[in-house]
């Protein structure tokens, strides 16, 4: 071989030599890249909250690029528009900044769904003339989807004159765009599961309010306040079917609807008349322009409208209202799900308030009829006994103070009254010659009075009374010490109501005038219940009656 030959082979080995350097320098940066690419990977799909995954995303990039300047914009479906979400560097400032879906660089990437590089970004006809971007030389945007679905996109910059982003920068951008894709798609529906625990969680709490309320406007108070935490909204209403079925009833209000207490709506009138009339949930997310909005300018901060119905058995009884009064904001699917789910909850809760009303309203119209009764008796038992007349009257009065003095609940108060009020009523079986005898009476003549407690029992038990009212009238005349009639029971065997009407039944008896004696004043009464305390009566009962007596009480007519 010559030696020109030589020189040649050995110029050919040289630039081998170069080529194979340069295609392992290039394999191993391909390594490195690649090695970033799967590191990148396995950070972004462990990230499960957004605003972390966020971070990485942009960091991320920005570090496998070699730039400070990266930024991440997602699509606003409420605005529909890309709002960046998280910038470095240069769009650091531009956080939460809003641009047309069609606009720039970030614009076309998101409708057409490429990546796309602009290696001459100054020169480019589309590019923004922000004066802090005026040193960008090359930009790379690259999508992020989700569900096949563009939304959003990932970009970043270079303001070195001397880079340019290369096929292989190119390449690992769009591998990260991939994974980043991957990585929403994890977050999303780790946080979707999140929110779906968190409206079940909500909705168990809900229903643990509600189920526990038996008032009507107290359970409306919270439907609509729960309504709208879960809506976002800060005005609502809720509408109630009115009795008539004519017109609804705007029974309570929040926000715009505060001063709208009592407002009446016709059937098909309004989003409100029309959810009512078709027993739909209706949406209405660009009220301004909607041909049934209200005309009164009150109603022009409204945005956004929805109206959930509450049923029953299929039927509308009223109806949920909430709206929107901020710009770009709408009601979305799952708005109206869950809010969905809390009607369900809200209508059972109402109907279980409003049939408690009714048994109440029930229950007092009852009582009120058996107060009536229950008087007319009194007054037939003394008619026929002038000399004792108003005497249970007098011994109810007194046996309703003890009993608030010893803090009974009203309701069995009511009971002790009633029965105070006839707990005479088996005289109706003593001869009247008896009951006005001027004299003292004879063993057997008394004998015949010491009856009235079991003719009164025989009387009123089969009388179905929310009180016990039967065995007062039978114990009203036992003892403490079991020597009382007519059966002799002790201690806790005498009901503590029949204990109370019997000391107020000694006390008004010593202390009014008797056929057979003057009034003997209420100092004689508390000397008597003291003396027997514990005998008699029953010491709580004595010591309640002595205070009241004290304080001074009229006893001569309804106090």
């Not at 643990?208 to 309504?227: G, K, P, Q, W, Y």
């Not at 009901?495 to 008797?514: F, G, N, Q, Y």
Request: aromatic share 6%; net charge negative.
């Amino acid at each position: 071989m010559t030696i020109e030959g030589l020189q040649q082979r050995v110029r050919e080995l040289e630039l081998e030599l170069a080529e194979s350097r340069r295609l392992s320098k290039k394999v191993s940066l391909q390594n490195q890249h690649l090695a970033g690419i799967h590191e990148a990977t396995l950070k972004l799909t462990s990230c499960h909250n957004l605003s972390e995954l966020l971070h990485a995303i942009v960091s991320r990039i920005a570090a496998m690029a070699g730039t400070p300047h990266a930024y991440i914009s997602l699509h606003n479906d409420e605005t529909d528009m890309l709002e960046i979400k998280l910038g470095a560097g240069l769009f650091e400032e531009f956080i939460g900044e809003q641009t047309e879906v069609t606009l720039g660089l970030t614009g076309q990437v998101f409708q057409s769904g490429q990546l796309m590089v602009m290696n001459d970004y100054q020169s480019w006809h589309g590019r923004r003339m922000d004066a802090h971007l005026k040193d960008v030389q090359a930009m790379a945007v690259a999508p992020i989807k989700h569900n096949g679905k563009n939304i959003g996109v990932i970009g970043l910059v270079h303001d070195d004159k001397e880079r340019v982003i290369d096929e292989d920068e190119i390449d690992i951008i769009k591998k990260f765009s991939d994974s980043a894709s991957l990585a929403f798609e994890n977050a999303t529906i780790y946080e979707n599961s999140q929110k779906h625990n968190d409206e079940l969680k909500t909705l168990y709490e809900i229903t643990l309010d509600m189920t526990s309320l038996l008032d009507t406007d107290h359970v409306l108070d919270i439907i609509i306040e729960r309504a709208a935490g879960l809506a976002g909204s800060t005005s609502g209403y809720v509408f109630l079917i009115k009795p008539d079925a004519e017109t609804m009833e705007l029974k309570v209000g929040i926000g715009l609807y505060a001063d709208s207490i009592g407002y009446a709506l016709e059937r098909g009138k309004g989003l409100a008349g029309k959810v009512w009339q078709t027993g739909e949930h209706m949406v209405v997310n660009e009220y301004r322009t909607w041909e049934g909005r209200h005309p009164d300018p009150k109603w022009d901060p409204i945005k956004a409208i929805a109206g959930i119905p509450l049923k029953v058995r299929g039927g509308v009884v009223g109806l949920i209202g909430l709206m929107h009064t901020e710009k770009g904001r709408k009601f979305k699917d799952a708005d109206i799900k869950i809010l969905t789910k809390l009607a369900e909850l809200a209508t059972l809760s109402l109907n279980n308030a409003m049939l408690f009303e009714q048994i109440s309203d029930l229950k007092c119209s009852v009582i009120s009829t058996l107060e009536e009764t229950i008087q007319a008796v009194a007054h037939t038992v003394e008619i026929r006994d002038p000399y004792t007349a108003g005497h249970q009257r007098r011994v109810a009065i007194l046996s309703c103070a003890i009993a608030r003095k010893m803090n009974l609940p009203e309701d069995q108060i009511k009971g002790i009254e009633m029965a105070a009020t006839i707990h005479d009523i088996g005289k109706l079986y003593v001869p009247s010659e008896l009951l006005s005898k001027p004299c003292k009476l004879m063993d057997i003549e008394f004998n015949v009075i010491r009856h009235h407690a079991q003719a009164g029992y025989d009387i009123l038990k089969d009388t179905k009374f929310p009180w016990p009212i039967a065995t007062v009238v039978y114990q009203h005349h036992e003892k403490m010490n079991g020597k009382g009639y007519p059966c002799g029971v002790s201690g806790d065997e005498i009901i503590l109501e029949a204990r109370i009407v019997s000391v107020a039944d000694v006390v008004e008896a010593i202390s009014s005038h008797r056929p057979y004696r003057p009034s003997l004043g209420f100092d004689a009464a508390i000397k008597e219940i003291t003396a027997k305390k514990g005998i008699d009566f029953d010491p709580i009962v004595v010591d309640a009656c002595i205070e009241v007596l004290k304080e001074g009480i009229h006893l001569d007519g309804w106090r």
